[in-house]
């Protein structure tokens, strides 16, 4: 049995340690395919807010040349000097834009990169799809290199 935990990637609690429900119903939902019934109608429907430090980490630029690119969100022109943020994923936007858009959402609105939130059941839930998809991706190739 303590075997069939290991494997699962879970792991004996320390002294003090509380157990983590959330992880567990995360995985549990996750792993017995009530993740998608649960959750994929309501909830995210948009991923939350992006966290605090994240926006606070944004790269700022300022527009040097007299480019053509526009900002996504209001889709105005940059202006030489004017100031801009950049997002991991190497977007450029007005900083009041990004800001204000990332207050509701994490993702680049361009092209959905998401940053990391500080909501602990969005961060927990998308770990744990992550580390599914992973497990699913290792027993089809075990199953490959078994059968072909
Ligand atoms: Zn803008
Ligand atoms: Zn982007």
């Known amino acids: 049995m303590a075997d069939y935990y290991h ?13 983590n429900h959330l992880l567990h ?17 309501q909830w995210p429907r948009l991923p939350p807010a992006a966290s605090i430090e994240a926006v606070e ?3 700022e630029i300022i527009i ?8 996504p969100i209001c889709l105005k022109k940059f202006c030489i000097n004017e100031k801009a943020k950049e997002m991991p994923c ?15 959402t994490n ?23 992550k580390r599914a998809a992973k497990r699913r991706e290792n027993i089809e190739t075990l199953h490959n290199s078994m059968f072909s």
């Open 57 to 59: 980490n944004l790269k």
């Open 107 to 129: 993702s680049c609105p361009f092209c959905r990169y998401e940053l990391p939130t500080d909501d602990k059941v969005y961060e927990t839930f998308k770990i744990e799809k």
């Open 90 to 104: 190497q977007h450029l936007f007005h900083e009041k834009c990004i800001i204000t858009w990332l207050y509701k």
């Open 64 to 71: 040097e040349d007299d480019s053509e690119n526009n900002c």
């Open 25 to 41: 119903m995360a995985r549990f939902l996750i792993d017995y395919g009530l993740y998608e019934v649960t959750f994929a109608e």
């Open 7 to 19: 494997e699962l990637g879970w792991r004996e609690l320390g002294d003090g340690e509380q157990p």
